[in-house]
């Protein structure tokens, strides 16, 4: 094996674990985020190697503020949220500088649907 395609298989290995890991991250965030902070404990005890403590607080996982006006939605302790009150939709325009297509003001959808009588 030429040392050229030793390279490129490494290189590769790389990249196709780095895509692995990405994708783990977004499909099951809560397993690897506590995988991360057992990495980040077993590394933050070692305390013969400035590395390893580098990489222990690298690999800790980001916290949640702890408030819930932030909008995070993560934990489910903020409960249900009030909706938005619905803004005025804007009149229709045909003054100086108007792009000449009206808007058109949107009404809001009833709250109670009835089927259709046949």
Not at 18 to 43: D, E, G, M, Y
Not at 60 to 71: I, R, S, V
């Amino acid at each position: 094996m030429s040392t050229g395609l030793l390279i490129q298989y490494i290189v590769l290995g790389l990249v196709v674990a780095a895509s692995v890991l990405v994708v783990f991250r977004k499909l099951a965030p809560q397993l690897t985020n506590r995988w991360l902070a057992a990495a980040s404990i077993r590394l933050a005890r070692r305390r013969d190697s400035h590395l390893a403590q580098v990489l222990s607080r690298r690999l800790q996982p980001k916290q949640a503020t702890g408030n819930c006006a932030d909008g995070c939605a993560t934990c489910g302790a903020c409960g249900s949220k009030k909706p938005a009150a619905a803004a005025p939709a804007p009149a229709a325009s045909r003054g100086p500088g108007a792009s000449g297509h009206a808007r058109m003001a949107v009404e809001p959808m009833p709250l109670h649907f009835r089927p259709r009588s046949r």
